[in-house]
């Protein structure tokens, strides 16, 4: 990106740009920036002369010396020191010394009228200074961007409101599919149903009320009993709790507020092949397995969704070698 310079005549106040540096060394060859003008471009800690530029000039150099005064006294001829014995301790002045002095002191204050009045002697340039910049300065400093506000996260009763889709599977290969919507008012329902054997259950609708009282959550629904579970964590997406007496960890996944008014009437099967299209469309593309990408969701919450697929393809990758390799050792005892 290019430099943009400020200037600034000298004995003003006023910031001029911001110009460009072929607009700078422009302004530098045809006499509108002069090497006594003070310039300055983002990252310098001061103003500085326009001179201390390299390149900026075609001369280059310091400025020019300042004019001399007329009214000044004329230099010491050169022989006077010459003329006196190094011999002496306390040498003697001439006679000429002393009317000089006498003039220089009688042209005084005529000098100090002209300064006044006459207007300012041509700028030197002057030294550097020690201290940085006052707050006053004609640029004023960049100032670092304000850190954002941290979100402030929902209530964890928010966060429980919803519909939910669980599903178990028990140790003698039994399994459980259940909805359960959990409402603003402390309303809840559920409809579970299941396998026993390979059979199917019938589907059951069930109704009652749930509450939270620090992070368990207690569900007390008819023909089912009171439940009461530790909620590890809860999101738009997922829901992690453990059973207080069975000890057993559920995860729940979120599904649509819409779903839940079509499932009263559905049988487990249709109840099933629902849920199971709703997961897949809320899935992103590419990526075909909940369960996994909830895990990325729930490891890789800080990167964007872009970074997540492209974990969850990482870790797909490292299942399919896995798988693989189990394979080999099954069938060749290795």
Known sequence: MASKWFHSKVGSDEKLGPVDTPELKAMARDGRLSPEDLIWKDGWP????????????????????????????????ARAHQERSRSRLIPTLPAWAYVAVGGGVVALPFI???????????RQAPPAPQTPPPASARAEAPRPPEPEPKPVPRPLSDRLVGVWSI??????????????????????QMKVWG?????????????????????????????LGQSVAQVHSANDTALVMTDRDTRQTVKMSRLGEAHWRSV????????QAAIAAEKRAALPPGVDDAELWARVQREYSAFSREEQVSFYRQL????????????????FGR
């Open 46 to 77: 001061r103003w500085t002369p326009a001179w201390r530029t390299r390149g900026l000039f075609p001369a280059g150099g310091p400025p020019p010396l300042p004019k001399k005064n007329a009214s000044a006294p004329p230099p010491l001829p």
């Open 112 to 122: 100090v009228m002209a300064l006044i009045f006459g207007g300012r002697p041509e």
């Open 167 to 188: 599903h178990t599977k028990e140790a003698d290969g039994s399994t459980s599919d259940a909805l359960l919507r959990l409402a603003s008012d402390g309303t809840a």
């Open 195 to 223: 396998t026993q054997g390979g059979t199917a259950t019938p589907a059951v609708l069930t109704s009652g009320r749930w509450s939270l009282s620090g992070e368990y959550l207690t569900t007390d629904l008819r023909d």
């Open 264 to 271: 009263k009437a559905m049988t487990p099967a249709e109840l």
């Open 316 to 331: 797909k990758e490292g299942q399919k070698y896995r798988q693989m390799e189990k394979y080999i050792r099954t069938q």
